[in-house]
């Protein structure tokens, strides 16, 4: 495997509260990577970081942007990039609270999703995959979005990042709220959507879910990463049994 995104001594703070104290991680392509830890920790500032919605104090965030998995390629700085150029290379957000277009429809809200795009045959593809996807969102096309149950909009949330057609995508809290069968829904199509090509960042308070579902697993306490290393590994470890995973 090759890197993808490397981010090494990131600092990032709200006026004089420090909320990222030194960050430095790498996700593999191919990988689902979870990040895990209690609230405040920092997860999701990291991940509005990447995406560019936040800019750090210090500390480079860099992404091999390039379709040739095992291609030597050239990286590019996304630290200062604005989030509609990272979106057009090829990283997409999903953000916590299943933020979609409330007025829009579900056909609309999809279709925001690949305004970066002008590839018809390629829309046309992506479209038909993320209904096959999530095909409660193929019988609410014309239904506003702001009017589908909690699920319904988390599906259209990560529907909508899939038209971009990212080779990153962010992913914060996608089962927050949602019922047990609705979150085994969500996560079958997380590892569907990592078969089909794209690598994951995924910010989950689900820990055994997450650790479950991805590869490779970071454990942020206070702005700072505690415990790295294989999901396998950290499902074994005593701090992250008796913290995370509620054994005594």
Known sequence: MSALLEVKDLHVAY??????KGISFSVERGQIVTLIGANGAGKTTLLRTISGL??????????????????????????????????RHGVAHVPEGRIVFANLSVRENLQMGAYTRTD?????ADWDWVLQLFPRLSERLKQSAGTLSGGEQQMLAIGRALMSRPRLILMDEPSLGLSPILVQTVFAAIRQINANGATILLVEQNAHMALTTAQIGFVMETGTIALSGPCHELLRSDDVRRTYLGES
Do not use: N, T
């Open 15 to 20: 006026g004089a509260i420090a909320a990222l």
């Open 54 to 87: 936040l800019r750090p104090r210090r500390g480079e965030i860099s992404y091999w942007d390039s379709d040739d998995i095992g291609k030597v390629s050239s990286s590019c700085s996304l630290s200062s990039l604005a989030p509609h150029l990272i979106v």
């Open 120 to 124: 018809a045959d390629g829309i046309k």
